[in-house]
């Protein structure tokens, strides 16, 4: 990995030389730079170097700042991250960022299942009756966590 | 073990019905580059990967693969909902209608149930990673292809969502492809079928 130092975070480092006939792609080198969260919700990825839209369908702008959509975006971090340390399991900073956002998204999770009911099936053991049923699914757009 | 989440990865709000554009976007719910496919494209071909790094990358980019089905699966929803027998004869989508009324049925935009022969496992470490990056890029057509022809944008706005997911997915089944040859016979990373043949 000669050329490390010269790549932005557009590009990723490859060897000088390399086999024949065995599949490379450049790695990524770093979780840095990254969006806030709600942009990275809106773009569908947390990373610039990664942001690859087809002609001009580009997000408007950040996803309408609804408590569901809060929660979305901060799991939505949270599995970008994932993803990325999965491949990148030795990157110590990037496992803290992940850690600070899966403690972010716990609080939220819990901010919204007090106002807006269940996410999980055992977050009913917070209400006073079986809620779970209750609409409505994600299916069924117009949800009160929706509105602001 | 599966534990579910009422909610959607990204939101989907349709306002109006068209049949019309449920009739093409239903191939990314059990088409043959569909996000059915994908999910059990990955979630099958971790029991034969030998290397921890990829057994994950193959997890949990399966496991978002099924919420991107809830999504399509929500998207044909909204947009067959509230529908007229007028809108269903308009758009041309008598086909679908008289076998599935307004239900989510998994096949092609050609009418084709979902059909595991559109995807593989192989077994293979390098064979089944290389069909995961091309399954990403076929995926992304598919979605740019929708783009070019959707005009609505609630719909546009979920679908492009969905298609930047394929580029990321692919940047982590290269990496992972990396991974795993870099563990391999160096002189000669065909030598063997690690995922088969076991360690001298």
Redesign the interface.
């Known amino acids: 990995m000669q050329n490390m130092d010269s790549c932005t975070y557009k590009e990723g480092p490859l060897p000088s030389c390399a086999p024949l006939a065995v599949p490379m792609l450049a790695s990524q080198q770093s979780s840095e730079p990254a969006y806030d969260s709600a942009d990275a919700l809106a773009k569908g990825t947390l990373f610039p170097g990664l942001d690859l839209p087809f002609m001009d369908y580009v997000a408007a702008g950040p996803v309408e700042n609804t408590p569901l959509a809060e929660l979305m975006a901060l799991d939505f971090v949270c599995q970008e991250l994932a993803l990325y340390l999965d491949t990148h399991p030795n990157d110590a900073e990037a496992f803290k960022t992940w850690k600070s956002f899966t403690a972010l998204a716990k609080e939220g999770r819990k901010r919204y299942v007090e106002m807006c009911g269940p996410v999980k099936r055992s977050d009913t053991a917070k209400f006073n009756s079986w809620v779970w049923p209750e609409d409505p699914w994600p299916w069924n757009s117009g949800r009160k966590a929706e509105k602001k | 073990m599966f534990?579910?989440?009422?909610?959607?990865?990204?939101?989907?709000?349709?306002k109006n019905p068209n049949p019309a554009m449920a009739k093409y976007i239903i191939s990314q719910y059990g088409g043959p580059d569909g996000e059915l496919s994908a999910s059990l494209r990955y979630l099958s071909q971790r029991y034969s990967m030998p290397y921890p790094?990829v057994k994950?990358?193959l997890t949990?980019?399966g496991v978002?693969e099924l919420g991107h089905l809830?999504m399509v699966?929500?998207i044909i929803?909204?947009l067959t909902r509230n529908m007229t027998v007028d809108q269903v004869e308009k758009a041309g989508f008598q086909d679908y209608f008289v076998d599935h009324t307004a239900g989510i049925y998994a096949q092609a935009a050609g009418g084709w149930p979902y059909n595991a022969a559109a995807f593989q496992v192989k077994g293979d470490v390098?064979a089944d990673?290389?069909e995961d990056?091309g399954a990403e890029q076929k995926a992304r057509v598919t979605?740019?292809n929708i783009?070019r022809m959707a005009d609505d944008p609630d719909v546009?706005?979920a679908i492009?969502?969905?298609?930047?997911?394929e580029?990321?997915?692919f940047?982590?089944f290269?990496?992972?492809?990396?991974?795993a040859?870099s563990k391999m016979d160096?002189r000669n990373?065909?030598a063997v079928n690690p995922a088969f043949d076991k360690k001298k």
């Open positions: 534990v579910y989440e009422k909610k959607l990865q990204y939101p989907v709000r349709i790094e994950a990358v949990d980019i978002e809830e699966g929500t929803h909204q390098i990673l290389a990056m979605y740019d783009l546009i706005d492009r969502f969905l298609r930047e997911r580029v990321v997915h940047q982590r290269g990496e992972a492809m990396d991974i040859t160096q990373v065909y």
